[in-house]
């Protein structure tokens, strides 16, 4: 049988390596070394959850008083919020049950909320740039460049584009939170075989 490439997790590891859940290795950078993943993960979902849920109700808000923004938008931001907040249930699972591969699907999630913030803040400065009439003929399936103008200035294009980064870069901030967890539980999964439990890597390294 062929052999992968790339080191195994054994040979990126120091000799006489011992695994503890609690190293200080899983209180991650992005929290300063504050947090341990697990209890990182679950603060980035409650994060996301407010944070997705107050943009629905805004969305909402913009379609039903202002009627500046169209109702499908209002649907699809809906729909990432519901499918959000259920993979972050399966994500909460997987934490309780030691599990990575419940991890998965919220990672996949935010990537793809990740990008469309990146797309939602990429259109907003097209439309910096192209001038009202030529918003107004592009984007006009989506809002009503019009009353947008009226309710939130000329520079509203700048304003979703701020507010769209400031979300894409908690997004991806979240989403480090998350892969942090998945990896603490892929290496918990690892190392909890008996011939890896607490056993230095030097003799690990020789018995493979």
């Known amino acids: 049988m062929g052999h992968d490439s790339s080191p195994n997790k054994a040979e990126c590891l120091p000799p006489n390596f011992v695994y503890s859940a609690d190293d200080k290795f899983y209180y991650g950078p992005?929290?300063?070394?504050?947090?341990?993943?697990?209890?990182?993960?679950?603060?980035?979902?409650?994060?996301?959850?407010?944070m997705m849920g107050g943009s629905t109700f805004?969305?909402?808000?913009?379609y039903a008083s202002l009627e500046s923004l169209e109702f499908f938008v209002v649907i699809s931001m809906g729909a990432f919020f519901v499918v959000s907040t259920i993979m972050s249930v399966l994500m909460v699972i997987g934490l309780v049950q030691e599990n990575p591969a419940y991890?998965?699907?919220k990672i996949a999630i935010q990537e793809i909320e990740i990008g469309t913030l990146i797309f939602f803040a990429s259109f907003a400065v097209i439309a910096m740039c192209i001038g009202l009439d030529a918003t107004n003929y592009i984007f006009g399936f989506v809002l009503n460049v019009d009353l947008m103008e009226e309710d939130f200035g000329p520079i509203w294009?700048?304003?979703?584009?701020?507010?769209?980064?400031?979300a894409a870069a908690l997004g991806?901030?979240?989403?480090?939170?998350?892969?942090?967890a998945w990896d603490y539980l892929m290496d918990k999964e690892?190392?909890?075989?008996?011939?890896r439990t607490n056993v230095p890597m030097e003799e690990k390294n020789r018995d493979e």
């Open 103 to 105: 991890l998965r699907p």
């Open 172 to 180: 991806v901030w979240i989403r480090i939170l998350t892969i942090g």
């Open 58 to 62: 805004i969305a909402y808000y913009m």
């Open 190 to 195: 690892y190392f909890s075989h008996s011939s």
């Open 157 to 166: 294009p700048f304003n979703i584009s701020i507010l769209a980064f400031m």
């Open 30 to 50: 992005a929290t300063c070394e504050f947090l341990h993943y697990r209890s990182a993960a679950v603060l980035g979902a409650v994060i996301e959850f407010l």
